[in-house]
């Protein structure tokens, strides 16, 4: 029996397309990319079927493009508290942190923004402070709350007893144990 | 919504048949030339707002998915037909433009 290696491979490649369209495809759009997909099967031509797959990956482009827009507050919030914690360290004389780099990470419904800290005591170190944006689907009408994040951040510093010190420093340098 | 040529597009393909027959991812993508990756944002906005109707029939062939089918309901037809004419008018209102 003769395999056809090209066909083949597009297979392959159009069955990794769709896997990857409905892994990251949101749970209100995935019954879309099961019907894309199952029109595939109606495709002869080989180009033409990958072309077909190719969509689902734009289409999830789209979507995250989307989500990323309408949550613009919350983004533009974290960014900004994220830069501010990266640059006033109050622990410094001078009250400017040094060799410090921000991670805005997006997790779910949760906006994290954190600052990587290469301080002489301590090697490096990573905190990440969450924020609630109050939505979970895509397509669902959003109301981000970007306030929620600071509502967060003073009640972790409540809880910490960091009293009036800047939460989000304090918390990026956490003492080493010597 | 917004009405984009390809949306105006895949309006007239649905309303062709007097919006009553059932019509196929695939076969919208034939008629109107337009790749999935726009068509498929292009039918999920129509079924948010509405205006289309959709279902799931079992493939002839065994061991084939069931295919989605659309069909434009009573608002997508008067949306259709309110969207065809506007973008008529405003081809109309081009074409004399450009011929002044």
């Given amino acids: 029996m003769r395999v056809d290696i090209k066909q083949f491979l597009a297979d392959a490649v159009a069955r990794c397309l769709n896997r990857c369209m409905l892994l990251l495809l949101p749970a209100n759009r995935r019954a879309w990319g ?3 997909v199952a029109e595939q099967q109606e495709i002869s031509n080989r180009q033409e079927r990958l072309a077909w797959a190719a969509g689902g990956i734009a289409i999830c482009l789209n979507e995250l493009t989307q989500r990323i827009c309408s949550d613009g507050p919350t983004w533009t919030a974290g960014i900004a508290f994220g830069i501010v914690s990266a640059l006033v360290d109050l622990h410094s004389t001078t009250r400017l942190a040094v060799h410090a780099v ?21 090697f490096a170190c990573i905190e990440f402070a969450p924020c609630r944006t109050g939505h979970d689907t895509i397509g669902a009408p959003t109301r981000p709350t970007a306030s929620t994040y600071f509502m967060d951040l003073f009640r972790r510093r409540s809880a910490h007893g960091l009293g009036s010190r800047c939460a989000a420093t304090r918390l990026m340098h956490k003492p080493t144990d010597h | ?25 695939y076969d919208l993508s034939k008629v109107t030339g337009l790749k999935s990756g726009t068509l498929y944002p292009i039918l999920a906005r129509f079924h948010d707002e509405g205006w289309l109707k959709s279902k799931w029939e079992q493939s002839a062939e065994p061991g084939r998915p069931p295919r989605h089918l659309y069909r434009l309901t009573a608002a997508g037809l008067t949306a259709a037909s309110r969207a065809l004419e506007t973008a008529s008018a405003k081809s109309r209102t081009q074409g004399l433009a450009y011929e002044s």
């Fill in chain 2, 1 to 25: 919504m917004r009405m984009s040529s390809q949306t105006v597009a895949v309006l007239h393909a649905l309303k062709e048949g007097g919006g009553r027959t059932w019509s196929y991812g």
């Fill in chain 1, 102 to 122: 921000v991670v805005v990470v997006r997790v779910g419904s949760c906006v994290l923004v954190g600052k990587v800290g290469m301080a002489m005591d301590s």
């Fill in chain 1, 34 to 36: 099961h019907a894309l």
